[in-house]
């Protein structure tokens, strides 16, 4: 075999290496990212069910002093600033207000996000983001002694939670593990005493046994 047949061998192989490199490289860095925001969202959700509880607590035992809530507004905001590192803001070009929407070319009009906890950031916030803001939002009128109907501001939260988890789900995308419908759950009676008596026997020790 002649040298520039060894050489052309050498270079294709070489070029193959570095491919195989750089994917496997690419995989591990793409798990990577889906630990980290897996990580994120679970900082997300645990402060919304927290400023959730906050803004009306089924317990009259259940009280959140306005400091303990604006603590929830600081974390909050900073999940959202943290998201960032996951979802930058959106550019866009050549755009001008027009009746209070974005207008841009080709022509498109949607609403827009401005970033109202960045300062000087530029583009627009993506979608997501916008649920854990709703939330920091919350902790801060409950935070100040705002009025308004708190089993409402509970609602909003609540519902924005499911939102947001809905759109980080989508965002894993491949990441998830997939069920069929046969793994389907069924309806949960929110009255536990409408449940079926369990199958299997619980034995517990008598009070003061211990």
Same mark, same amino acid.
């Given at each position: 075999?002649?040298?520039?047949?060894?050489?052309?061998?050498?270079?294709?192989?070489?070029?193959?290496?570095?491919?195989?490199?750089?994917?496997?490289?690419?995989?591990?860095? %793409?798990?990577?990212?889906?630990?980290?925001?897996?990580?994120?969202?679970?900082?997300?959700?645990?402060?919304?069910?927290?400023?959730?509880?906050?803004?009306? #607590? +089924?317990? #009259?035992?259940?009280?959140?002093?306005?400091?303990?809530?604006?603590?929830?507004?600081?974390?909050?905001?900073?999940?959202? =600033?943290?998201?960032?590192?996951?979802? #930058?803001?959106?550019?866009?070009?050549?755009?001008?207000?027009?009746?209070?929407?974005?207008?841009?070319?080709?022509?498109?009009?949607?609403?827009?996000?401005?970033? =109202?906890? %960045?300062?000087? =950031?530029?583009?627009?916030?993506?979608?997501?983001?916008?649920?854990?803001?709703?939330?920091?939002?919350?902790?801060?009128?409950?935070?100040?002694?705002?009025?308004?109907?708190?089993?409402?501001?509970?609602?909003?939260?609540?519902? %924005?939670?499911?939102?947001?988890? %809905?759109?980080?789900?989508?965002?894993?995308?491949?990441? /998830?593990?997939?069920?069929?419908?046969?793994?389907?759950?069924?309806?949960?009676?929110?009255?536990?005493? +409408?449940?079926?008596?369990?199958?299997?026997? /619980?034995?517990? #020790?008598?009070?003061?046994?211990?």
């Amino acid at each position: 075999m002649s040298e520039g047949m060894l050489a052309a061998i050498a270079g294709v192989a070489a070029v193959v290496v570095t491919l195989a490199q750089w994917y496997f490289s690419s995989r591990a860095a %793409s798990r990577q990212r889906d630990v980290e925001m897996t990580q994120w969202g679970h900082e997300v959700i645990d402060v919304m069910a927290e400023i959730e509880t906050a803004c009306f #607590p +089924l317990s #009259p035992e259940t009280r959140c002093s306005p400091s303990e809530i604006e603590k929830l507004s600081q974390q909050a905001s900073a999940l959202v =600033d943290k998201g960032r590192l996951f979802f #930058p803001n959106v550019k866009t070009n050549d755009q001008h207000d027009f009746l209070g929407l974005r207008v841009g070319w080709p022509p498109s009009f949607f609403r827009a996000k401005h970033s =109202d906890d %960045s300062g000087d =950031d530029e583009g627009l916030r993506v979608e997501i983001l916008d649920y854990v803001l709703r939330a920091c939002y919350v902790a801060r009128h409950l935070a100040i002694g705002g009025g308004g109907d708190k089993k409402t501001l509970r609602a909003q939260v609540w519902q %924005s939670r499911g939102d947001f988890v %809905s759109l980080l789900q989508k965002e894993m995308g491949s990441s /998830l593990r997939e069920k069929g419908s046969d793994s389907a759950g069924a309806h949960v009676p929110k009255d536990p005493r +409408l449940w079926e008596l369990p199958e299997r026997p /619980l034995t517990l #020790p008598q009070s003061g046994s211990l």
